[in-house]
């Protein structure tokens, strides 16, 4: 888990958005690969082993994956999710996760959040991994770009919600698109979209007569 994604982590639980505290008990290259996060609300624990950071209750607590085939080779990826720097973060969730270390190598890409690693990629030199249930534990808008591999509406509200504002959201063609997102391309796999701004509050201003 990279130092710098643990402070874009919060409680997945039914309370106010809040911070994690770590205790870290073996890091290697400011990626931590043992140790616990702690929420000061819930006094929840959730480990992280192998630089993995385990959120779920249960197993079955778990979104099924849509499993798309084939996938956008690594090149085609970073160019949906608009990776052209190295700036914040992306989240892939699921089978992309298989393109993360092309990822790394072949472009100068952000750190990678992985939701729920396929089996055999290893964390570290860039790649911090989660396992979550449906809400993902993460604050609002902390991702600069998010590619999902789950049609579920609620999996994709998800990655809607911890996305900026113009950030890229790549997700199966038979997802509907959620409100809240501008949909720039699509093909018989997959759409990519915009996350667009949320609208400013209203200010209302008193004026004082007399």
């Known amino acids: ?6 402070d874009a982590l919060r409680c997945p639980r039914d309370h106010e958005e809040s911070w994690l505290v770590l205790a870290a008990q073996r890091t290697e290259e400011r990626h931590v690969l043992e140790g616990t996060l702690g929420c000061p609300v819930c006094r929840a624990e959730y480990l992280i082993h192998d630089g993995i950071a385990d959120f779920t209750e249960s197993p079955q607590a778990r979104v099924a994956s849509d499993a798309l085939h084939p996938l956008p080779p690594a090149d085609h990826l970073a160019a949906m999710l608009n990776l052209g720097d190295a700036l914040g973060f992306a989240v892939l969730i699921g089978a992309w996760g298989t393109r993360a270390g092309a990822l790394i190598e072949t472009v100068d890409a952000p750190p990678l959040l992985l939701v729920e690693p396929p089996a055999g990629v290893e964390m570290g030199h860039g790649l911090s991994g989660i396992r979550a249930s449906t809400k993902l534990p993460l604050a609002t808008g902390a991702a600069r770009a998010v590619a999902t591999d789950s049609a579920d509406p609620a999996r ?5 919600r911890i996305a900026r504002a113009g950030a890229r959201i790549v997700a199966p063609a038979a997802a509907r698109v959620p409100e809240g997102v501008r949909e720039l391309a699509r093909d018989d796999a997959v759409w990519v979209a915009e996350r667009l701004a949320l609208p400013s509050a209203p200010v209302t201003l008193h004026v004082r007569r007399g």
């Open 1 to 6: 888990m990279f130092v710098e994604i643990v």
């Open 156 to 160: 994709v509200a998800e990655a809607t």
